[in-house]
């Protein structure tokens, strides 16, 4: 089975804050992903990646950035916390383009 | 316009009922078509997986794609409540690596 894991199921920061996301798959994926998840508005794609080190903004990538240094493992970073970034985010990962993505458990975070 | 419509919800529904979901879609360029059910506070999974028109059908679950109408459906049959939770469709074309999603509807099996 694909599995996809997140560093922290739940976070509380202030603002102003650095804060990171990292994300874990085990199935030598080539595509990994972070959306967030607000109510009403589904998910939203905030950065992409398909190979190591190389990275494509999403629909909604103002105020995050990414790295990929290694091919299982994706991170989301942060740079200066604001309330507005409070939300559910979620990594997934696929094996090519158009294939099926499959998600981590997500990341509660909660900026004060 | 949306490139998904789905409705939120919520849908409540006795167990044993067969449930419908659907979403339309305006990108005729869509070929492949995913349903995937989150339990609260958890991760999507992936419960089907079709690609361009026709039925599949997994279990109590069926998928349905009909690309003429940009519809897509999911039934449930002899629902249940561990059924309970959102479903989420989502579609993409092979080119790229966008997959859209619907905005998921909100989904109570009453026992």
């Known amino acids: 089975d694909v599995k996809v894991t997140q560093s922290s199921r739940y976070l509380v920061k202030r603002t102003g804050e650095k804060v990171f996301l990292e994300c874990v798959q085990d199935?030598?994926?080539?595509?990994m992903f972070w959306y967030r998840q607000d109510p009403g508005l589904g998910l939203r794609l905030i950065y992409f990646?398909?190979?190591?080190?190389?990275?494509e903004k999403g629909d909604i990538p103002e105020g995050y950035s990414v790295s990929r240094e290694k091919k299982e493992r994706f991170s989301l970073i942060l740079e200066s916390a604001s309330t507005n970034q409070t939300s559910m985010y979620l990594c997934?990962?696929?094996?090519?383009?158009?294939?099926?993505?499959?998600f981590g458990p997500g990341t509660r975070l909660l900026v004060l | 316009q949306k490139e998904v419509e789905q409705d939120p919800g919520p849908l409540s529904v006795p167990e044993g009922a067969i449930v419908s979901l659907n979403c339309t879609y305006s990108?005729?360029?869509?070929?492949?078509f995913m349903w995937y059910r989150q339990y609260s506070r958890k991760g999507p999974e992936l419960l089907m997986y079709?690609?361009?028109?026709g039925n599949k059908e997994d279990g109590r679950f069926t998928a349905q794609v009909d690309k003429s109408s940009k519809y897509i459906s999911l039934f449930i049959r002899d629902s249940q409540p561990s059924d309970s939770a959102t479903y989420l469709c989502?579609?993409?074309?092979?080119?790229?690596?966008?997959?859209?999603f619907g905005a998921g509807t909100r989904l109570f099996v009453k026992a």
């Open positions: 997934a990962s696929s094996v090519g383009q158009g294939e099926t993505q499959y």
């Open positions: 199935m030598d994926h080539e595509n």
């Open positions: 990646s398909y190979d190591v080190k190389m990275k």
């Open positions: 990108n005729s360029a869509f070929q492949y």
């Open positions: 079709t690609y361009s028109s």
């Open positions: 989502a579609m993409g074309n092979t080119g790229g690596f966008k997959t859209i």
